[in-house]
Nanobody, 123 residues
Framework: QVQLVESGGGLVQAGGSLRLSCAASGNIVSINAMGWYRQAPGKQRELVAAITSGGSTNYADSVKGRFTISRDNAKNAVSLQMNSLKPEDTAVYYC?????????????????WGQGTQVTVSS
């Protein structure tokens, strides 16, 4: 069983900063990509940023230049530094990880999700 635990959400004024963190634990062999998604009320969940095990990153156009994703492979952790926050960044943010686990001699790969953390940016 694998768990992703997020922290760092909250309420901030426009122009402010927040840092989200997520740590994976459990029967983990390795983790491929890790990322952050968000879902605003009435909207679909969307990718915010992703990072491979090798450190390659991908960002949504709406956050480029403002958000930075990073990871610590040794700790199975990923973070999202969010600067210059805007009211339209308000959403529930979810951590995601593509995790490899082992069952005997068989390896499995599947997506895991965190429970979500609320980010609210006031104008």
């Amino acid at each position: 069983q694998v768990q992703l635990v997020e922290s760092g959400g909250g309420l901030v004024q426009a122009g402010g900063s927040l840092r989200l963190s997520c740590a994976a634990s459990g029967n983990i062999v390795s983790i491929n990509a890790m990322g952050w998604y968000r879902q605003a009320p009435g909207k679909q969940r969307e990718l915010v940023a992703a990072i491979t095990s090798g450190g390659s990153t991908n960002y949504a156009d709406s956050v480029k230049g403002r958000f930075t994703i990073s990871r610590d492979n040794a700790k199975n952790a990923v973070s999202l530094q969010m600067n210059s926050l805007k009211p339209e960044d308000t959403a529930v943010y979810y951590c995601n990880a593509d995790v490899v686990t082992a069952g005997g001699i068989v390896y499995y790969t599947r997506d895991y999700w965190g429970q979500g953390t609320q980010v609210t940016v006031s104008s």
